[in-house]
């Protein structure tokens, strides 16, 4: 449902009642990961998207029904062999989703319409419902603030409130998207219901220094996979609001004192693309020390092995040397700024998805895999803006 927050938003303060559709678990090789939803209004219009086409027309009419009838209901789509034409994913995989009609006259209208409110806002937090456990709790919501606060409840238990609370707190802490299994008395042992938490932080943030032509192209392309992206550089005539009009932040700043001051998370990627050593060191010395998600330097092999040399001597370890990628990107023999920024972005991806780089064609790796490098089970995804994406 948050996945579409800013829509489903504006629909709310139109006084418009709709029902959404969101994937809750996935199997095989299916299209969409949890937390992607599609969504009816009472007039018939449609957003959003479950399956890329697979099965929309389907979930489209569950929607129409719950609007009619108020109903929460989970239904699972899968590939039929015996008949490619039927309803089911084509591609093989296998999606279950909780169809939920939001009415301005349901009781649990008030805590949706926070948690779109919250979302649409870019506010961190998370919505969880309960997707499978005793009957009369389909679907009961649960809205949960990064300080612990929340709205709504799951049945009337405060020991099952608290422990959902805990659970969807944990993971909106970490920014991801998933189910978790827990007992309807709230005890982890024997569980017998089971929650979907979607959770909604800020995008992750792209800092880019080296305000250079091939800055402007990786900005365009860190937009596209939903960072919020700030380009530094210590030369005033070069980082301008006229070269880098997408950016969301230009800082002119020597690169190391502006990361030494900004805020970094686990989800932070650096993309270093100076390629000049008084600029260089101080900076990568800083950022390889930090916990963040990704640090990668531009240059040829020859600047690399100087670089290298050079930041052993400023007291960097292998261990932290070992975390720089450089030189940044994969290998797609690309040469124009567009193409270095594609494959900049490609090994940023590959490394938080745990994928190989190499072609699928041929290979017998797993289409879509966690950022362990696991096959999806459809338990969990990141989620947020770039949610995410880092």
Not at 354 to 381: F, N, V
Request: charged share 25%.
């Amino acid at each position: 449902m948050l996945d579409i927050a800013d829509e489903l938003h504006r629909w709310l303060e139109q006084g418009r009642d709709f029902a959404v559709a969101t994937v809750v678990a996935v199997g095989g090789s299916a299209p969409r990961s949890p937390g992607a939803a599609l969504a009816v209004d009472s007039g018939g219009t449609a957003i959003g998207s479950v399956s890329g086409g697979c099965v929309e027309a389907a979930v489209y009419d569950l929607c129409a029904q719950a609007l009619k009838d108020g109903a929460t209901v989970r239904e699972r789509f899968g590939y039929s062999a015996e008949d490619a034409f039927a309803v089911g994913l084509t591609c093989g995989g296998v999606i279950e989703v909780l169809v939920t009609p939001v009415r301005a006259d349901a009781p649990d209208a008030a805590v949706f319409a926070a948690a779109l409110g919250a979302a649409a806002r870019g506010e961190a937090a998370a919505l969880a419902r309960v997707i499978q456990g005793p009957a009369g709790l389909l679907g009961r919501p649960l809205l949960i603030r990064p300080d612990g606060s929340y709205e709504g409840g799951l049945g009337g238990d405060p020991e099952l409130d608290r422990t959902a609370l805990a659970e969807a707190r944990a993971l909106l802490h970490a920014g991801r998207t998933g189910s978790v299994d827990i007992a309807a008395s709230g005890a982890h042992c024997e569980a017998d219901l089971t929650l979907f938490v979607e959770s909604r932080v800020p995008p992750p943030r792209m800092i880019v220094f080296g305000a250079i032509d091939f800055a402007a192209a990786l900005v365009r392309t860190g937009k596209f996979l939903g960072y919020h992206v700030t380009v530094c550089d210590a030369r005033p005539v070069f980082a301008t609001r006229a070269r880098f009009p997408e950016a969301d932040d230009i800082v002119v700043d020597w690169p190391h004192r502006y990361l030494q001051r900004t805020e970094t998370d686990p989800r932070t990627v650096l993309c270093v693309l100076t390629h000049d050593a008084k600029f260089d060191i101080p900076l990568l010395e800083a950022a390889l020390r930090l916990p963040v998600a990704f640090v990668g330097a531009m240059g040829s092999r020859r600047t690399h092995e100087d670089r290298n040399r050079r930041l052993r001597e400023a007291g960097v370890t292998e261990q932290e040397l070992a975390r720089l990628r450089s030189p940044i990107g994969l290998d797609l023999g690309a040469r124009t700024p567009e193409e270095t920024a594609l494959s900049i972005a490609a090994e940023i991806v590959a490394a938080r998805q745990g994928g190989t780089g190499l072609p699928l064609t041929g290979s017998r790796s797993p289409i879509h895999r966690d950022a362990a490098g696991r096959e999806t089970s459809g338990r969990e995804t990141s989620g947020g803006g770039a949610d995410a994406v880092a």
